[in-house]
T-cell receptor, first 113, second 111 residues
């Protein structure tokens, strides 16, 4: 299995509080991604990174920020959590070319109350 | 990003072959066809991918139409563990090489 871990695995937080989710990889892959998945839906891209300090927005980036100060870590921050951000968050890693596979973490279940 | 179309759900009997179709009529010449699956309460996992030729690996086979506008994921003998949502995704050489997920096909396997 690819070395990718997400932390925490579960979190309950209150509306308006900041939350940071961590994705850590040991594969030295260039690309890292954050997705969210809501009941009955496929995964939607929030942000991605194509290198240290290089990040860009995905489909549903409003209310989220990311940082990548080291190759192995990609942080997703909810500056002020809202109930609409209750979701399961998945991190993924990949080498650059489109003809390589991506590896996904086990997910973080976030509940905003 | 090019879009894919898959049936919402399919059923199969255990130990029988399963053919999961995917249409991607707007595929570009450099898009790879990827398949991932997601088991309950897990993150997606890679199944197979290809460009033009049919591909086989230990998990499945991928049959790609000659015009590349459709493809079929083949599970040769479905097991109960294969019950999952299967996603057909086009992955191109865009800025992030990202995977754009659609709704996928929920495969149910009957014993």
């Amino acid at each position: 299995d690819a070395g990718i871990t997400q932390s925490p695995r579960h979190k309950v937080t209150e509306t308006g509080t900041p939350v940071t989710l961590r994705c850590h990889q040991t594969e030295n892959h260039r690309y890292m991604y954050w997705y969210r998945q809501d009941p009955g839906h496929g995964l939607r891209l929030i942000h991605y990174s194509y290198g240290v300090k290089d990040t860009d927005k995905g489909e549903v980036s409003d209310g989220y920020s990311v940082s990548r100060s080291k190759t192995e870590d990609f942080l997703l921050t909810l500056e002020s959590a809202t109930s609409s951000q209750t979701s399961v968050y998945f991190c993924a890693i990949s080498e650059s070319p489109a003809n390589t596979e991506a590896f996904f973490g086990q997910g973080t279940r976030l509940t905003v109350v | 990003d090019a879009k894919t179309t898959q049936p919402n759900s399919m059923e199969s009997n255990e130990e029988e072959p399963v053919h999961l179709p995917c249409n991607h009529s707007t595929i570009s010449g450099t898009d790879y066809i990827h398949w991932y699956r997601q088991l309950p309460s897990q993150g997606p996992e890679y199944v197979i991918h290809g460009l033009t030729s049919n591909v086989n690996n230990r998990m499945a086979s991928l049959a790609i139409a000659e015009d590349r506008k459709s493809s079929t994921l083949i599970l040769h003998r479905a097991t109960l563990r294969d019950a999952a949502v299967y996603y057909c995704i086009l992955r191109g050489h865009n800025a992030g090489n990202m995977l754009t997920f659609g709704g996928g096909t929920r495969l149910m396997v009957k014993p």
